[in-house]
């Protein structure tokens, strides 16, 4: 199957993508989804990426085909993904002699990495984010979520094209 | 459809024969930051850690002399005899001594 993905980035990002035809891979020690290739698959969300964090919004939004089969995709939203990553957790946690940090950045990033590492048929990992931070710490998380995508490499990358922002109406 | 079962069985494989260090050394190569439960010899210093609550400013969220439960009580952790910043992760060996209630 095809997925549709969206990346906004600025001009001379988007340049440079579309002249190498690859993406760089985000790396880092608090990436939501590991480290990958990261895609939104509602448009407006890569179009205000940047908006929302304090730096300018996108100007260029690149549009890509991700090719994968149904399963090499593991979405965290689902019962079952959900499933999975809460019995990983309990397997590794199990012993006594040691305990995880509570860094919630740092151990999603560290859980996925380890799925991306071990799991190599795991092509597309998904899950929804609050773009913002808890203000007031709730039972019920009552924050607005988006969906956001994660490619291991670009080899899953099908098509990739550009949208300009102002082209945009 | 993905079969968690198999991807546990991927992720985990030999993971649990794997020896206490080998499992902690393969963790931390991923990025998790653990801490060592038998690093901690007071049950005092435990159960503040194993409740997940911080001694950050030297204050932890317990039961004061009132039995008030959820009062804010002062801590202080010691090293040797020597008194050491609350602030601080608590060290090595470490005790931790109820000094007063705050509230």
């Given at each position: 199957?095809?997925?549709?993905?969206?990346?906004?980035?600025?001009?001379?990002?988007?340049?440079?993508?579309?002249?190498?035809?690859?993406?760089?891979?985000?790396?880092?020690?608090?990436?939501?989804?590991?480290?990958?290739i990261?895609?939104?698959?509602?448009?407006?969300?890569a179009?205000?990426?940047?908006?929302?964090?304090g730096?300018?919004?996108s100007?260029?939004?690149?549009?890509?085909?991700?090719?994968v089969?149904?399963?090499?995709?593991?979405?965290?939203?689902?019962?079952?993904?959900?499933?999975?990553?809460?019995?990983?957790?309990?397997r590794?946690?199990?012993?006594?002699?040691?305990?995880?940090?509570?860094?919630?950045?740092?151990?999603?990033?560290?859980?996925?990495?380890?799925?991306?590492d071990?799991?190599?048929?795991?092509k597309?990992?998904?899950?929804?984010?609050?773009p913002?931070?808890?203000?007031?710490?709730?039972l019920?998380?009552f924050?607005?979520?988006r969906?956001?995508f994660?490619v291991?490499?670009?080899?899953?990358?099908?098509?990739?094209?550009?949208i300009?922002?102002?082209?945009?109406? | 459809?993905?079969?968690?079962?198999?991807?546990?069985?991927?992720?985990?494989?030999?993971?649990?024969?794997?020896?206490?260090?080998?499992?902690?050394?393969?963790?931390?190569?991923?990025?998790?930051?653990?801490?060592?439960?038998?690093?901690?010899?007071t049950?005092?210093?435990?159960?503040?850690?194993?409740?997940?609550?911080?001694?950050?400013?030297?204050?932890?969220?317990?039961?004061?002399?009132?039995?008030?439960?959820?009062?804010?009580?002062?801590?202080?952790?010691?090293?040797?005899?020597?008194?050491f910043?609350?602030?601080?992760?608590?060290?090595?060996?470490?005790q931790?001594?109820?000094?007063?209630?705050k509230d």
């Open positions: 199957m095809y997925i549709t993905g969206y990346h906004g980035t600025t001009t001379a990002a988007a340049s440079s993508i579309m002249q190498q035809k690859r993406f760089d891979i985000s790396k880092g020690d608090r990436q939501w989804l590991g480290n990958g990261y895609f939104y698959p509602d448009f407006s969300d179009l205000n990426w940047g908006g929302t964090t730096t300018t919004a100007d260029s939004i690149l549009h890509v085909l991700v090719k089969r149904e399963e090499e995709m593991l979405d965290m939203d689902t019962q079952e993904g959900k499933r999975f990553g809460r019995e990983l957790l309990d590794i946690c199990k012993d006594e002699d040691f305990e995880i940090d509570k860094n919630a950045e740092v151990n999603q990033c560290a859980l996925i990495n380890l799925i991306w071990r799991c190599r048929s795991i597309v990992l998904c899950a929804s984010f609050s913002e931070k808890t203000k007031v710490k709730t019920l998380d924050r607005t979520k969906k956001e994660c291991r490499d670009n080899d899953s990358i099908a098509y990739i094209g550009v300009k922002r102002g082209d945009v109406k | 459809m993905i079969d968690s079962n198999r991807l546990l069985a991927e992720v985990l494989g030999g993971f649990e024969r794997l020896s206490q260090t080998e499992k902690k050394q393969l963790l931390e190569k991923y990025g998790f930051v653990l801490e060592d439960n038998n690093s901690r010899t049950s005092g210093a435990k159960a503040v850690h194993r409740k997940k609550q911080t001694i950050s400013l030297g204050v932890v969220r317990g039961m004061n002399s009132k039995g008030v439960n959820g009062a804010n009580v002062r801590f202080c952790v010691k090293k040797g005899g020597k008194a910043p609350a602030k601080e992760r608590i060290p090595v060996v470490a931790i001594k109820k000094m007063e209630n």
